[in-house]
């Protein structure tokens, strides 16, 4: 063990790693309990949650959800590329991921503001004479996704700091904990989706 | 701060100057003593406003009928007693006061794993807290559903519920971070030679509660977070006018609150695990036993949320099986008693303030946990369910663990953290006080509960009026000790005594640096070749 000058200093990729592990699983948990009121809900509400799945675009959501894959492929590039010395790399690749996450949130944006014109969306005139399962199911849809679209907000930003940093030369080939933090937190994201996508979608 | 002594050539976490002075020097310090002291600060304050509450809500029921305040206020005060107690003073309160500044001293590191981190926890501390308490002062009146938040009502009441439900949400970030934190550092930073079974149980108490912190909390934080939308949206998770079950929000939220209990209550056990072999100057009696059941402990603390709701209307397998698995968890806690209480057998024990505290702490944690025993059996609890019985209960664990436990540590750390002793004589009497005060305030509260008084309530009849009276005295006599238990200790850090390293005669490792502890805890990290608690 070789003693850092001052705390402050104190650099431990591990132990890194490992708080960004716990953070992860605690994230996985928050969407633990929407998934609980998910299957909860579609449990008492079979038919109900049955048509109004088929209301989605699956298309779109296939869309996004390759959008979404081939992010999580970038981004793990990219730590590569920092290893191999390759900085200019490193910037190209996380600026696809930051480009792909901008590309799913504009297909979120249409697909959310096709069905708001359709008058679907919580609390809506339209909504509201639907049944009580088909009001539950858009309910849980725009807050699932949308705390989904939350947090590739929060990941596009984290990858942006992250790249200030690559740029500024404070990550380097022998220290990227936090970019490869941010790769973590990437998947995390893409993995949620990969749940949310059938949940909704595929299960009809 | 001159007079304080120099111990050695370092300067102590006190006196330091770093980049920024007077109170920058403190709300940017990353030093964990520093952030440690600035939670207790914080939570003294809080806690004042709140007791003075409880005080208000039990002079209104000296007598049936209008006394001092109208019933919606009285609502509002329960509401802002319970929220500001449970998710700002006793859930955070041990792990933030004495993890932060004890956890790396006790480990023999220099400080914890992310210390920026942990500085970002007190800041969105005090960030819920303003938000939570906002609710106070604007909008359309204080909240009146209790600190529970209970479903449908929570979305329906037309007071400001957003700013205390966002505020609980926003603290559930803080005890994350302090959680992921303090698990970082317990397995990363500890010093050479001690291995798991050489750790402090303090430590081990605080490694359990921080895997609740971090499993349980986000539980809570999306049930909030579904109030919110359902308050903002109407999106129907919990009305049944639109579909949703009120009763699976009881569900999700005690599945964390339930956990969150042991929460409250591993860090106290810990403290108290510190406290009784330092005074009985012998090693603990069974370790590994304590370890195991602060284990356990967390681990079943997950398995009996469903106590709560006996009366909501469950499947009759459900009871049972909750009320089984409720009984479980009071074995783990039965044997900690024991192991504390053959700890005391033929020791030579050295009375002081902190111990004496230690042992009030097992005369009221035994009635409290008692009192759980017959709240967990069934049929007893379709009786005693939402009644006074009920807040006895869990003011005799919640407060009667976890906030003696709060002041015995603060008893028993003062020396470390302030260099200085406080008058001893002032600190048994307003104990004395206290304990008194408690147990008239609360032991009548049991009978009133199997009389039949409910909980909550503002208005009573005739009937319950004389153990009412007895109670509200109480909480006077119980007031007046804590006034002299605060004001000893806040006068005494600047005029006491000047303290030695190890006043306790103590052998876990904070006591070997000086009293108050220099900046960076230890000059040289100390290689551990012994058991903790190593007296013989």
């Known amino acids: 063990m070789n003693k850092p000058a001052h705390i402050d200093e104190h650099r431990d990729d591990e132990g890194a790693k490992t708080g960004m592990w716990i953070f992860i699983f605690t994230e996985l948990i928050l969407f633990g309990g929407l998934f609980i009121v998910y299957s909860v809900y579609r449990y008492l509400n079979p038919a109900a949650f049955h048509l109004a799945a088929e209301e989605l675009d699956t298309f779109i959501g296939t869309v996004n959800t390759v959008i979404l894959l081939v992010s999580s492929m970038t981004i793990a590039m990219s730590i590569s590329a920092i290893q191999y010395k390759n900085k200019k790399l490193t910037l190209i690749l996380m600026s696809v991921t930051i480009l792909l996450a901008a590309v799913f949130m504009v297909n979120k944006y249409f697909e959310w503001s096709g069905k708001i014109s359709h008058g679907i969306y919580p609390g809506s005139p339209t909504l509201m004479e639907a049944s009580q399962g088909e009001i539950l199911f858009f309910g849980l849809y725009y807050a699932m996704t949308g705390l989904h679209a939350i947090h590739i907000i929060i990941g596009v930003a984290f990858i942006a700091y992250v790249m200030v940093l690559v740029a500024k030369d404070e990550i380097q080939h022998d220290n990227f904990v936090i970019l490869e933090n941010s790769g973590l937190y990437w998947h995390l994201v893409d993995l949620i989706w990969i749940f949310l996508f059938p949940l909704f979608y595929l299960i009809t | ?536």
């Not at chain 2, 409720?326 to 002081?352: E, G, R, Y």
Request: aromatic residues 16%; contains cysteine; glycine residues 8%.
């Open chain 2, 1 to 536: 701060m001159s007079d304080t002594v120099i111990q050695n050539h370092e300067p102590n976490y006190l006196e330091y100057k770093g980049r920024y002075k007077g109170i920058f020097a403190w709300i940017f310090s990353t030093d964990h003593k520093r952030i440690g002291l600035l939670y207790l600060y914080s939570m003294l304050v809080l806690f004042s406003i709140a007791a003075i509450l409880g005080l208000l809500m039990k002079i209104e029921l000296i007598a049936p009928g209008r006394t001092i305040m109208d019933a919606q206020t009285y609502n509002s005060f329960f509401t802002l007693h319970g929220i500001t107690m449970i998710f700002l003073i006793v859930v955070p309160g041990l792990p933030a006061v004495f993890g932060n500044f004890f956890l790396p001293l006790m480990i023999g590191a220099k400080d914890v794993a992310f210390p920026k981190l942990n500085l970002l926890s007190w800041w969105i501390y005090i960030l819920g807290a303003a938000i939570a308490l906002s609710a106070q002062f604007f909008g359309d009146g204080p909240p009146d559903t209790g600190w529970t938040f209970y479903a449908p009502y929570s979305f329906r009441t037309g007071t400001n519920m957003l700013p205390a439900v966002t505020g609980a949400f926003i603290l559930g970030f803080s005890s994350i971070a302090t959680g992921i934190n303090f698990i970082v550092t317990m397995h990363r930073m500890r010093a050479p030679g001690m291995d798991w079974m050489k750790m402090p149980l303090f430590p081990w108490a605080l490694y359990g509660t921080s895997w609740i912190q971090v499993l349980a909390t986000p539980i809570v934080g999306v049930t909030l977070l579904m109030i919110v939308l359902e308050r903002t949206m109407q999106i129907g998770f919990f009305d049944p006018a639109l579909g949703g079950d009120p009763i699976l929000y009881q569900h999700l939220f005690w599945i964390y609150s339930h956990p969150a209990v042991y929460i409250m209550i591993l860090p106290a056990m810990g403290v108290i695990s510190e406290i009784i072999p330092t005074f009985a100057r012998k090693t603990i009696f069974g370790y590994k036993a304590i370890v195991i059941s602060t284990l356990a402990i967390a681990f079943v603390g997950y398995f009996v949320w469903g106590h709560h709701m006996f009366t909501s209307g469950m499947s009759g397998t459900a009871l049972y099986t909750f009320s089984i698995l409720t009984f479980l968890v009071a074995i783990p806690s039965a044997i900690k008693i024991f192991n504390w209480v053959a700890t005391l057998h033929k020791a030579s024990i050295d009375i002081q303030t902190p111990f004496l505290w230690a042992l009030c702490f097992l005369f009221v944690f035994m009635i409290g946990g008692l009192s759980g025993m017959v709240l967990g059996a069934l049929s007893a609890n379709v009786h005693l369910h939402d009644t006074a019985f009920v807040v006895a209960h869990f003011h005799f664990i919640v407060f009667g663990g976890t906030g003696y436990a709060f002041f015995g540590a603060l008893h028993y750390w003062y020396p470390k953290m302030f260099g200085r002793m406080y008058d001893k004589g002032w600190a048994n009497i307003g104990l004395a006080i206290f304990f008194t005060g408690f147990n008239t305030l609360y032991l009548p509260m049991f009978y009133l509960g199997m009389i039949g008084m409910p909980r909550r309530y503002y208005d009573y009849v005739e009937e319950f009026h004389g153990p009412n009276i007895v109670s509200s005295f109480g909480a006077m006599l119980m007031i007046s000790g804590l006034v002299i238990i605060i004001t000893n200790l806040v006068r005494s850090a600047r005029k006491g005594e000047i303290a030695e390293a190890d006043p306790w005669k103590s052998k876990t490792l904070e006591w070997t640096v000086a009293s108050p502890p220099p900046l960076e805890n230890f000059a040289e990290i100390p290689v551990v070749t012994k058991r903790p608690y190593d007296y013989e």
